[in-house]
């Protein structure tokens, strides 16, 4: 049966906002920052002072997909002055990117220590149906194309190996002097990935970018699912 949020989007004919996309990663047992909606100026002074700074402000609307390009992300803010300066800069850039942009809010959510970043995804072929994917981001993705793919249903070891095909297993295992990260984390969310794809046949794609990987832990830094 269809989590509530995946059936209120299918009715309203959109996919889930971020907020949405990361109370279902949440419920399914995902590791997913405190994300908070907040509808004014105000609102988001109010919530960042309750959850601690620095903190990351987030547009939130269907028609703004890419969010980064409509100058709709501001990071690592340390204070309230500049949390509403920014919650104003960044409503103002949405409605210059798409005029016609309906924007439901802005995402407050804690600045995320760094870390080793992966992407990891799923999207439904329609021959062979859902098919997950994991890779390392940032240069690893987008020049090397170092990624992997597994038609679901995953067990941890249809996930190991998935990560032994990249380059950056040696990365993710501990290379010259770093600490090995979290590979049985990784794993899990591989799998997790498989099983709500199973589960939810509404979702069409699930783009998990960028998860940052820890020594011990993981945490889900941005959520994008299409239905």
Do not use: C, W
Not at 78 to 95: F, H, K, W
Request: charged share 25%.
């Amino acid at each position: 049966m269809s989590h509530e949020l995946i059936k209120k989007a299918g009715k309203e004919g959109r996919n889930l906002l971020e907020h949405e996309a990361f109370f279902l990663l949440k419920s399914a047992g995902f590791p997913v920052p405190a994300v908070y909606l907040a509808r004014s100026a105000d609102e988001a002074v109010k919530i960042a002072e309750e959850i601690g700074f620095p903190v990351v402000l987030k547009i939130v609307s269907p028609q703004i997909i890419h969010k980064t390009e409509a100058g709709g992300v501001i990071l690592n803010l340390q204070d309230s002055m500049e949390v509403r300066e920014s919650y104003q800069a960044i409503v103002a850039n949405a409605r210059q990117y798409n005029g016609d942009a309906e924007i439901t809010g802005v995402l407050v959510t804690p600045m995320s220590k760094p870390g080793l970043e992966i992407i990891v995804g799923m999207v439904r072929n329609p021959m062979f149906g859902p098919t997950v994917m994991f890779g390392l981001g940032g240069i690893f993705v987008e020049v090397f194309k170092d990624i992997a793919f597994r038609r679901a249903p995953l067990t941890k070891q249809d996930a190991e190996e998935m990560i032994k095909e990249t380059k950056g297993y040696e990365i993710l295992k501990g290379i010259r002097g770093q600490s090995p990260r979290d590979l049985e984390g990784v794993k899990e969310v591989l799998v997790k990935i498989s099983e709500l794809a199973l589960r939810e046949e509404q979702i069409k794609e699930i783009d998990l970018n960028p998860v940052v990987v820890y020594e011990e832990g993981l945490q889900i830094l941005d959520a994008r699912i299409l239905l």
